[in-house]
């Protein structure tokens, strides 16, 4: 049996933009906050592969790992990822990231979230400035997270080419 490729697979829904061509400068409008320099490319995509295997999302894991790849990060460091807990190969700030990203998309039925003391320890590694980078680049997960779960683009195609119509 052979493997399916991108060009077998189909996305469940066409191009959201054909319907709904606003998204387009939404979603630019989050790329241009997570591009302002207040963190590193890298964090942003080392956040949102942990982000993307959180919600198990094949989309989302795909498109994060390509991207740590293109911009020279190791197989080790992304192949860590998914157990960053107890990994050697990440800076205190990227674990920061991480945890955050993982207290925001985990329920925690004992209490908040984001408690006081995680916020503490994101606000050592990061200043308002980058924190509000972070939390965009959180963002940016949720507002396509019913796009990619739901519709299903295609795993490592281009935006644009992602939808199967």
């Given at each position: 049996?052979?493997?399916p490729?991108?060009?077998?697979?189909?996305?469940?829904?066409?191009?959201?933009?054909?319907?709904?061509?606003?998204?387009?400068?939404?979603?630019?409008?989050?790329?241009?906050?997570?591009?302002?320099?207040?963190?590193?490319?890298?964090?942003?995509?080392?956040?949102?592969?942990?982000?993307?295997?959180?919600?198990?999302s094949?989309y989302?894991?795909?498109?994060?790992?390509?991207n740590?790849?293109?911009?020279?990060?190791?197989?080790?460091?992304?192949?860590?990822?998914?157990?960053?807990?107890?990994?050697?190969?990440?800076?205190?700030?990227?674990?920061?990231?991480?945890?955050?990203?993982?207290?925001?998309?985990?329920?925690?039925?004992?209490?908040?979230?984001?408690?006081?003391?995680?916020?503490?320890?994101?606000s050592?590694?990061y200043?308002?400035?980058?924190?509000?980078?972070?939390?965009?680049?959180?963002a940016?997960?949720?507002?396509?997270?019913?796009?990619?779960?739901?519709?299903?683009?295609?795993?490592?195609?281009?935006?644009?080419?992602?939808?199967?119509?």
């Amino acid at each position: 049996m052979s493997t399916p490729t991108t060009t077998d697979l189909r996305s469940r829904m066409p191009n959201p933009l054909s319907f709904l061509p606003e998204m387009a400068e939404v979603g630019e409008g989050l790329h241009k906050a997570l591009r302002n320099g207040a963190i590193s490319p890298t964090t942003i995509s080392l956040l949102q592969l942990r982000a993307g295997q959180i919600l198990g999302s094949t989309y989302f894991t795909i498109r994060e790992t390509s991207n740590l790849r293109r911009i020279g990060e190791s197989e080790e460091r992304i192949t860590a990822v998914a157990t960053w807990h107890d990994a050697t190969y990440f800076t205190d700030a990227e674990r920061v990231a991480l945890e955050l990203v993982e207290a925001v998309l985990t329920p925690n039925p004992a209490g908040e979230r984001v408690p006081d003391e995680l916020y503490a320890k994101a606000s050592a590694h990061y200043d308002d400035k980058a924190m509000w980078a972070l939390i965009m680049a959180i963002a940016h997960i949720g507002f396509f997270t019913p796009a990619a779960l739901i519709a299903k683009p295609i795993p490592g195609m281009p935006p644009g080419q992602n939808y199967s119509e």
